[in-house]
Nanobody
Framework: QVQLVESGGGLVQAGGSLRLSCAASGSIFGINAMRWYRQAPGKQRELVAADNTGSSLYYADFVKGRFTISRDDAKNTVDLQMNSLKPEDTAVYYC??????????????WGKGTLVTVSS
């Protein structure tokens, strides 16, 4: 069984920075795409950034130039460095990954989320 665990959320003032981390564990053969999503109250969950093996990085327009996604395949982790945070960045941030296992070429797994609150 595969598990994703996020960490690094918290309260920060506008203009500040946070670094989120996500660690994947279990019987993992490989990881394809690794992504960060977020969901604010009353809004749909939206893709923030993605790092796909063999593909270019993706950033949503609303975070481009401020956030940086990075993955460490040796550790099966993906981080999201968030700079110049804005109050509208307040949301629960979720880690998502398509994981290769003994029974799947790329099953989707989700973490439980970590709350980021940006005050003005």
């Amino acid at each position: 069984q595969v598990q994703l665990v996020e960490s690094g959320g918290g309260l920060v003032q506008a203009g500040g920075s946070l670094r989120l981390s996500c660690a994947a564990s279990g019987s993992i053969f490989g990881i394809n795409a690794m992504r960060w999503y977020r969901q604010a109250p009353g809004k749909q969950r939206e893709l923030v950034a993605a790092d796909n093996t063999g593909s270019s990085l993706y950033y949503a327009d609303f975070v481009k130039g401020r956030f940086t996604i990075s993955r460490d395949d040796a550790k099966n982790t993906v981080d999201l460095q968030m700079n110049s945070l804005k109050p509208e960045d307040t949301a629960v941030y979720y880690c998502n990954a398509n994981v290769q296992t003994a029974t799947s070429y790329g099953m989707s797994y989700w973490g439980k989320g970590t709350l980021v609150t940006v005050s003005s």
